[in-house]
């Protein structure tokens, strides 16, 4: 499992401060540290994280130094996310959550981590997702909560 790639969103990085969700973000950091997986990061998480409390924006920065290229918003992500509005997955004011699917899918990714519940770690926006980047030339993307990639390991 050394080196899978994976695409953390800005929920994930702000639920390291969060006492719900601290632990296992945090642990999922930690295996970012030892280099078990690769954190992939976007141009969407970082113009989020501007608007985030600082020590957010400073674990980003972290984050940015092990990560490889940021993940550009291309023509390419902006299709597909107009696929996933056209198939009703959602609306217009989700935007950003549906770029975060549409770039990782893009960049094929081994997995995306999210805390979003509502919009993205859901099976049935997960199956609505994965349809239309399957009908758009793309393989499925895998979407877990941190909690389900973790090795459990905080620091």
Not at 21 to 45: E, H, I, K, M, Q
Not at 51 to 80: F, N, Y
């Amino acid at each position: 499992m050394k080196g899978l790639r994976v695409y953390v969103d800005t929920s994930v990085i702000g639920g390291c401060f969060d006492p719900e969700f601290a632990w296992w973000s945090n642990s999922l950091v930690a295996d970012f540290r030892r280099g078990r997986f690769v954190p992939v990061l976007s141009d969407v998480t970082a113009a989020e994280v501007v608007l985030a409390p600082t020590r957010v924006g400073e674990l980003h920065q972290e984050l940015l130094a092990m990560a490889g290229p940021v993940l550009p918003v291309t023509s390419d992500a902006l299709s597909l996310v107009a696929g996933y509005q056209s198939r009703g997955v959602l609306g217009a004011r989700f935007r950003n959550d549906m770029l975060h699917i549409a770039i990782a899918s893009i960049a094929s990714v081994d997995v995306l981590v999210s805390w979003n519940f509502k919009h993205i770690v859901r099976l049935d926006k997960i199956r609505l997702f994965n349809a239309v980047n399957l009908e758009s030339g793309y393989k499925a993307l895998t979407i877990y909560s941190p909690r389900e990639v973790t090795s459990h390991e905080a620091d």
